[in-house]
């Protein structure tokens, strides 16, 4: 699994170039080839369907996971969600968790990022209920579950998470990318 990042995003459209960039350093591959959907809504390469990966985008940051096999990535702003949305999507364990954190939307964020990684990774999406979507509870590491692997990543404003089938990284490449000027 091979993970890349940027941030100062200023249009949607720069996820789709870190993707570009991480597929032809990862696997040689430019341009970037067609993208179509698979039933459930999970991207995928038409011409390339051994390779695998998932991108996700939130404010001005955009994370990518590229991989051998099905893998799902989110990165989410760390922001204060609706009042009541621990309750509804989370297990009991995960609702105890929570309590024990130091703060509550730092912790519940970095919780849902693993929530959307598991559902992009298995190629279904948020389809059942949230609160069912079984996930490690954070912490230091990769951590195998149900023979996935899962990996976190967090930083003062945004948290991330991934989760395939083999095991992440514990660094991530940043990229910069170029931002054309209007």
């Not at 590229?66 to 609706?82: C, F, H, M, N, T």
């Not at 968790?97 to 992009?120: I, N, S």
């Amino acid at each position: 699994m091979v993970i890349y990042a940027a941030r100062d995003l200023t249009c949607r459209s720069q996820a789709r170039d870190l993707l570009a960039l991480a597929v032809r350093e990862t696997w040689g591959l430019s341009p970037l080839p067609e993208i179509a959907r698979r039933e459930g809504g999970k991207p995928y390469f038409p011409r390339h369907e051994e390779l695998h990966f998932n991108l996700s985008h939130s404010g001005a940051l955009a994370l990518c996971a590229l991989d051998s096999g099905p893998v799902g990535a989110d990165v989410q702003i760390i922001k204060e969600w609706r009042p009541g949305l621990p309750e509804r999507v989370c297990s009991p364990a995960e609702l105890a968790w929570l309590e024990e954190q130091p703060g509550l939307w730092p912790a519940f964020t970095l919780l849902w990022t693993l929530k959307e990684a598991r559902a992009k990774e298995s190629g279904r999406g948020l389809t059942s209920s949230i609160r069912d979507i079984r996930v490690p509870l954070p912490g230091d590491g990769p951590v195998r579950m149900d023979g996935l692997w899962f990996r976190t990543w967090t930083g003062s404003s945004w948290a991330a998470a991934v989760c395939g089938h083999t095991q992440p990284p514990e660094y991530f490449f940043e990229k910069a990318l170029d931002i054309p000027t209007v």
